[in-house]
């Protein structure tokens, strides 16, 4: 691994620049559109659900995970982290189709409460060469939330995440990017890693699959941390250019473990390789 890793040793994140308290504030914007009155999904579940059984994992399709030869050494490689959120939605799996098509690994930081409805979906992310993060359940602000309370979204998204695939996540990335000390130690915890990101296209905001793919593309540095929303139809739409405008700068699309070598710990914050 050529870069250090981002590890943040004080108790928030420097998020970048732009990523001001109303940037944040705006950041709601993803999931709150995937409500069923936007035709896209879900109703708000503002409960978490009775524990969920220790029961045995679905089933996992045979012969998976597929057995990759090397992983790629992001030494050596211009390597980038694609990381899609707020899903998994029905449109997830024509993602699945391209990053399949493309020979693309990537990273999806889903919500609880929609990991429990598709569990197929999940168990086709892992069998195809993708890692499942943990997003939350029903994507709260965290900024001031009691431990207990962060520790129960967490934790019920876990259980949901290892019904379907069978393990715990262990990447973690808040909604909104809202760290606070109780998040880490949830996190610390859990045996999570909290991840950020370096790259917003700012996808919830400007609804332009051209615009999007255009911002990702020139924004990307070797080792960058893409933040995308697989929930929003017009990213989903710009996954295509994302990946051929990323390879034609000469960049290999990884997996977060795999920007990182594989050496990430639960409860340190990450914002790029
Ligand atoms: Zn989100």
Same mark, same amino acid.
């Given at each position: 691994?050529?870069?250090?890793?981002?590890?943040?040793? @004080?108790?928030?994140?420097?998020?970048?620049?732009?990523?001001?308290?109303?940037?944040?504030?705006?950041?709601?914007?993803?999931?709150?559109?995937?409500?069923?009155?936007?035709?896209?999904?879900?109703?708000?579940?503002?409960?978490?659900?009775?524990?969920?059984? $220790?029961?045995?994992?679905?089933?996992?399709?045979?012969?998976?995970?597929?057995?990759?030869?090397?992983?790629?050494?992001?030494?050596?490689?211009?390597?980038?982290?694609?990381?899609?959120?707020?899903?998994?939605?029905?449109?997830? $799996?024509?993602?699945?189709?391209?990053?399949?098509?493309?020979?693309?690994?990537? +990273?999806?930081?889903?919500?609880?409460?929609?990991?429990?409805?598709?569990?197929?979906?999940?168990?086709?992310?892992?069998?195809?060469?993708?890692?499942?993060?943990?997003?939350?359940?029903?994507?709260?602000?965290?900024?001031?939330?009691? $431990?207990?309370?962060?520790?129960?979204?967490?934790?019920?998204?876990?259980?949901?995440?290892?019904?379907?695939? @069978?393990?715990?996540?262990?990447?973690?990335?808040?909604?909104?990017?809202?760290?606070?000390?109780?998040?880490?130690?949830?996190?610390?915890?859990? @045996?999570?890693?909290?991840?950020?990101?370096?790259?917003?296209?700012?996808?919830? %905001?400007?609804? %332009?699959?051209?615009?999007?793919?255009?911002?990702?593309?020139?924004?990307?540095?070797?080792?960058?941390?893409?933040? +995308?929303?697989?929930?929003? %139809?017009? +990213?989903?739409?710009?996954?295509?250019?994302?990946?051929?405008?990323?390879?034609?700068?000469?960049?290999?699309?990884?997996?977060?473990?795999?920007?990182? @070598?594989?050496?990430? %710990?639960?409860?340190?914050?990450?914002?790029?390789?």
């Amino acid at each position: 691994m050529l870069f250090g890793v981002a590890v943040l040793a @004080g108790l928030a994140p420097q998020l970048p620049a732009q990523r001001t308290a109303p940037a944040l504030a705006h950041l709601a914007r993803p999931l709150a559109a995937a409500k069923p009155s936007a035709g896209t999904l879900l109703p708000v579940v503002t409960t978490l659900p009775e524990p969920l059984a $220790a029961s045995s994992p679905g089933p996992v399709p045979p012969g998976n995970p597929p057995v990759k030869a090397e992983p790629p050494d992001c030494s050596r490689l211009k390597c980038v982290a694609l990381t899609m959120d707020d899903g998994p939605v029905p449109g997830t $799996a024509n993602v699945l189709d391209l990053l399949r098509r493309k020979g693309v690994h990537a +990273t999806f930081f889903v919500v609880g409460q929609l990991a429990r409805r598709h569990p197929a979906l999940l168990r086709r992310m892992v069998a195809e060469g993708h890692v499942v993060g943990n997003h939350s359940w029903n994507h709260p602000e965290f900024f001031g939330k009691k $431990a207990r309370t962060i520790r129960g979204q967490l934790a019920h998204t876990d259980a949901a995440v290892r019904r379907a695939i @069978g393990r715990d996540p262990v990447l973690m990335r808040p909604p909104f990017g809202e760290v606070t000390p109780k998040v880490r130690e949830a996190c610390r915890r859990l @045996g999570e890693a909290v991840v950020l990101w370096d790259v917003d296209p700012l996808d919830w %905001k400007d609804r %332009k699959a051209s615009t999007i793919a255009h911002r990702v593309v020139k924004q990307a540095k070797r080792g960058s941390i893409i933040l +995308t929303h697989d929930s929003l %139809k017009t +990213t989903r739409a710009a996954y295509s250019d994302i990946i051929d405008g990323l390879r034609a700068r000469g960049f290999t699309l990884v997996t977060v473990p795999e920007l990182f @070598g594989g050496h990430l %710990k639960a409860g340190r914050v990450y914002l790029r390789g």
